[in-house]
């Protein structure tokens, strides 16, 4: 299925389910936002025919490209992206760090959100597990080549010297450690599988916010497909993602009936830019270093907030 297809059975189809959120401690916080979803849809798609960057409203392609760079780095600072003009983690920020939870005093939900808005900590989140997992946390953190649990490291090892190898697989689940991530990693996990001179990547989803975070999900996993083929000299393949619990915020519904009531447009392709000497590393690419070519959304669509 495509986006489209998924997020069509999604809105018609679904089933009505209360959203359920934890603070740091474990304790469920009240949610004022139900959604409506559906169990388990799968996303397959064929990089031959283009990027799959939905047409379908305008998306945030820099924001996207920024924040993957920013968890192929590792990066845990809030600041650092927003420096870059992504704003996805503007809202969050690493609740154990947070002043109320240190000094153990109850808030309100309003000052609880403005302290989230005001941390630049975001914890151990995606980027840190692919490449620390689960090393103590420390704020700032920075890449210690030493380390031997760096999974993302050992992708791009093993596509070089064993790239049929079925263990090359990043996980950002990290239970040890989620009481301090500014949001327990929506997708878990990322496989890369190689047949013939194709490579192919998989993730899973366990929460798949269909109007705000799938699409801009599809869209980095693909840069990453793309990433890990000029790192290693591989044809890209395909691009599957399990989507587990698949669901679309109440409030956000109006939106989404906006949204399937168009077609897609002729996708676009991405070309990779090598620096200046014609090398090119994964570990050193920036956010800037990709042309999106032939890109043609319809008019963008005020998706609101997912209020909870």
Known sequence: MNYLEIIKNVVNNGTPKQATRYDAEGNVIPVEN??????????????????????????PWRSIR???EGFIKGVTDKKWYQDRKCSFWDEW???ACLPSYKSGIAITKDAYKKEQLEGSDLGPI???QWRFFDCEYE???KINKSYKGDQFQSIVDKLKSSPYDRRMVCSAWNPNQMHMMA???????HQVVVYGNKLNLTWFQRSCDLTHGVPNNIASYALLLL?????SGLEPGELVGVLSDCHVYENTIESAKKVISREENKLPT????????????????TWDEVELIGYDPHPAVDMGKVTV
């Not at 990433?227 to 790192?231: K, S, V």
């Open 34 to 59: 139900g959604t409506i979803g559906t169990f388990c849809e799968i996303f397959r798609h064929a990089m031959s025919q283009g990027f799959p960057l939905t047409t379908l409203r305008k998306m």
């Open 66 to 68: 920024v924040e993957l």
């Open 93 to 95: 920020s690493n609740p």
């Open 126 to 128: 995606y980027g840190y």
């Open 139 to 141: 704020f700032p953190n």
């Open 183 to 189: 949001l327990p990693s929506c997708h878990v996990l």
């Open 227 to 231: 990433l890990y083929c000029e790192e």
């Open 270 to 285: 991405v070309k990779i830019k090598r620096k200046s000497d014609g090398n090119f590393s994964i570990f050193d690419w």
